[in-house]
């Protein structure tokens, strides 16, 4: 890309918040780091109780971006080949049989997976490798899936019945996890005003697949200091409690983060980067994607449960410790 090419598309990611922005009153931060998943190529969880437009931030997102999009109810009755597809016998003209692969649902740029805890795992783990792999193995033939590949999961934080928790590996998979948070007062009183009327706003389309993909080959080549890639290593490492120096990680904390949480964190610093219109990363992009990277990855003990100790003071502790910035 030359320059002139990259300033445009970097001038059109204060449009693409804007697009969205449309249909979603607030959730700023949210929409934020959605886009830092994106640019960075991973994936996303988002958990938060229902009502809070998660479903119609995502839609309007693949909206924005001209995405194909496709959302799946996980339910406890879903199989993995209502997810992943299936073969179906067919029969040629000369009346041999034959059976042939019908993809499914996951085969598009931006996936929905919505309520993700409340299918068993045996399902939970069909999208392990098109998560890590970006392609689908069946029946011994590999399809590869199309690009980009974004896949968000949504989880209610409060039902408890019916739910299957995703197990440690699974949710490590994803790059980020996002908190879904209440509106203010005021974000409340626009959103009841704009949703009750009769005027219907439509998201306008700012990028598309093939720019977004120059994207996310953009955020990679995004510098970053030696140095603080030694601070990021240092944070991780901070986090297991057999190999730190903080206090509340030595208590609260059973399994620290993996390296997979390292290059999580860098990646997403990138992004953060690039959002920000910089081509270099900064210990404040560190310290704004500590908490999304590293709070499904920290594991707190029953010590932590019991005593209700928040893992976002846990992981503030090893930024301390760390130093950074």
Known sequence: MNEQEVKDLLSRLKDLKAAVHQVIVGQNDVLDQMIIGLLASGHVLLEGVP?????LMIQSLSKALDFSFKRIQFTPDLMPSDILGTEILQEDDSGKRYFKYAPGPVFTNM?????INRTPPKTQSALLELMQEYRVTYAGQTYPLPKPFFLLATQNPIEQSGTFPLPEAQVDRFLIHIKVEYPSAAEEEQILEATTGSIKKEVPVVFNAEEIIKMQALCREVHIDKELVSSVSKLIRSTRPHETDVSEVKQYVDWGAGPRAGQALILTAKAHA??????????????KMAVPTLRHRVIPNFAAT??????????QACLNQTNIG
């Open 51 to 55: 009502g809070l437009a998660k479903t």
């Open 111 to 115: 996936l929905l997976a919505d309520e």
């Open 274 to 287: 690039l959002l920000q219109g910089r081509f270099s990363v900064i210990p404040a992009d560190i310290q």
């Open 306 to 315: 019991s005593e209700k100790k928040n893992i976002i003071e846990i992981i």
